[in-house]
């Protein structure tokens, strides 16, 4: 009896090893056509229908102006959203800050999902949101009704702010990171500067509405894509399928070994199915409070994460300066055709700054990333580089708007955008590399909750107010610019700080088991994982 059962034992192994194989294989399989290079272009074309967006609802001719009337009595219908709906100034510089509130609620609650969610399904969740939503701008009757859809445009947006340079940062050559990130936010400026040439166009020629279906199309086939794709992984997190695979395999063998079991004593089949009968029963009682001490563990690890965060004298430094710089930044992109149509009667307001920004802005940007990877991508260095490009180019750009000559003036500042916009690969590897990385996420969505609560969602309106009480496009326009400068300094200031680059730190979400960690492997690496296996292979 026992050499039958040893026998049953021993032909039982073979079984179980193929079992634990295939479950494994097929639970956490590899990505399928994935590269870096292509998930880098796919999350740029994202990014740039996202900010396409914005700088379409700045756009003359989606925003529009008001109805106007001469002393005379002569009056001119208004045009776009703003004439449609009856906006003033301060109305409309809120319009273009609803996202905001959608953002603000989101972006922290998709950061902390991603430790129990797939990352790359959150994004997918997200833009579903994102186009729902801009449908629905193109269909709303009111100011209040778009208001409503500009800020589920702010919770569709969240996720994917959130994970995607996370994604590219993990992915990315060690030497190109800075670079990398550069590419990827160079569809802030560009995206922008096509809105702005894209509303005018569309609401020129036909209805503002239109625009707004242009996106929603635009954006449909990569929603669809964050469902259909397999999953990617986040480095210091670990995957809900990995999991699964790990689980699977414990129950093979809890099988297998059941099955051995009976094989050796038939009798006590009836002891173990009643034990497992009573487990089930268990399960079942406790699993209310199991989702009660889940929701709970979770508000916990996001507040002890917050604590972190603020307490870092690197992070809060490098956030207070990009809530200045987007201060500014994000006044122009709203205001800036306004401006440049009433100080210097451009008749292409839209189309001269678009041009301006779309090329200050993709050179600039990729410029500022390839030169931190040129003086060594540290966090000092970055700190240098934000603070000289921030001084030099606020500097030009101030100097821009004293010039009465247009043609001065376009010039003066087209050299500041290229100065200022040099700042984005640089900050957002701060946030990126002063955290561990099971934070980066919650890193990124803090910083970017931060920039627009503080910083271009304040300032849209502010700057509508100041201009509706002095009346003056051109002290309007320097007065904002003046900003620039405080944030200089605040980036000054962070070069002094002790700073360590976290990038490579095990977090307590690190993986340690074989299994998961092989799910967790960046594409980057993923010919060099399989050129291993199957060397290690009898």
Same mark, same amino acid.
């Given at each position: 009896m026992a050499q039958k059962a040893t026998k049953s034992s021993e032909e039982a192994k073979p079984r179980l090893a193929e &079992? $634990?194989?295939v479950i494994a294989s097929t639970a956490a399989p590899a990505p399928s056509w994935f590269t870096p290079k292509r998930l880098l272009v796919i999350f740029c074309l994202i990014n740039l229908i996202n900010y396409v967006d914005r700088g379409t609802i700045?756009? !003359?001719g989606v925003n529009g102006s008001r109805t106007t009337c001469t002393d005379s009595g002569i009056c001119t219908a208004g045009t776009g959203i703003q004439g449609e709906f009856h906006l003033n100034n301060f109305q409309d510089g809120v319009l273009s800050s609803a996202f905001m509130v959608g953002l603000l609620i989101a972006s922290p609650v998709f950061a902390s999902l991603a430790k129990s969610v797939s990352p790359f399904r959150l994004i997918g969740v997200g833009l579903s949101v994102w186009t729902f939503a801009i449908v629905g701008c193109a269909c709303s009757l009111g100011f209040w009704s778009i208001t409503i859809f500009r800020m589920l445009v702010g919770v569709g947006e969240a996720s994917f702010i959130s994970l995607a340079a996370p994604f590219i940062d993990d992915n990315a050559p060690a030497a190109q990171k800075t670079a990398w990130l550069a590419i990827f936010y160079m569809c802030i400026p560009s995206g922008y500067a096509l809105g702005y040439v894209? +509303? +005018?166009v569309v609401g020129s020629h036909t209805n503002w509405r239109y625009a707004f279906v242009g996106e929603a199309i635009l954006m449909l086939p990569f929603a669809i894509l964050g469902f259909v794709m397999k999953p990617l992984q986040l480095k210091g997190f670990f995957h809900p399928e990995s999991k699964k695979a790990v689980t699977a395999v414990e129950t093979a063998v809890e099988e297998v070994q059941g099955a051995d079991t009976y094989g050796i004593s038939n009798g006590k089949d009836a002891s173990y199915s009643m034990k497992k009968d009573m487990r089930n029963s268990t399960l079942q *009682?406790?699993? *209310?409070? *199991? #989702?009660?001490?889940? @929701? *709970?563990n979770q508000i916990s690890r996001f507040l002890n994460d917050m604590k972190v965060l603020l307490v870092d004298e690197v992070y809060v430094v490098n956030v207070l300066g990009y809530i200045a710089y987007n201060f500014v930044i994000g006044a122009y992109s709203y205001w800036g055709p306004k401006a440049g149509?009433? @100080?210097y009667h451009m008749n292409d307001a839209d189309t001269i700054f678009g041009g301006i920004t779309i090329m200050s802005g993709i050179l600039g940007t990729l410029a500022g990333g390839f030169l931190l990877d040129y003086m060594t991508n540290t966090i000092s260095n970055a700190f240098k580089l934000l603070s000289a490009v921030t001084l030099i180019g606020g500097a030009f750009c101030f100097g821009a708007f004293c010039f009465k000559n247009m043609y001065v003036f376009l010039a003066l500042f087209g050299i500041g955008e290229l100065l #200022?916009? $040099? &700042?984005? +690969? =640089? #900050? !957002?590897?701060i946030c990126l590399h002063c955290v561990k990385p099971s934070m980066r996420p919650l890193s990124m969505a803090i910083s970017t909750v931060s920039i627009h609560l503080f910083g271009d969602v304040p300032s849209? =309106?502010?700057v509508g107010v100041l201009q509706d009480a002095i009346n003056n496009w051109r002290k309007t326009a320097l007065i904002l610019t003046a900003v620039f400068f405080p944030s200089a300094l605040i980036w000054f200031i962070g070069i002094f700080l002790h700073s360590v680059d976290r990038f490579n730190e095990e977090s307590e979400h690190q993986i340690t088991t074989k299994t998961e960690r092989s799910s967790t492997t960046p594409l980057l690496e993923g010919k060099k994982m399989e050129t291993t296996e199957s060397v290690a292979e009898p």
């Open positions: &079992t $634990a194989m700045a756009s !003359n894209y +509303g +005018g *009682k406790s699993s *209310k409070s *199991k #989702v009660a001490s889940n @929701i *709970k149509y009433n @100080i #200022v916009f $040099a &700042t984005q +690969g =640089p #900050v !957002n590897y849209a =309106p502010l």
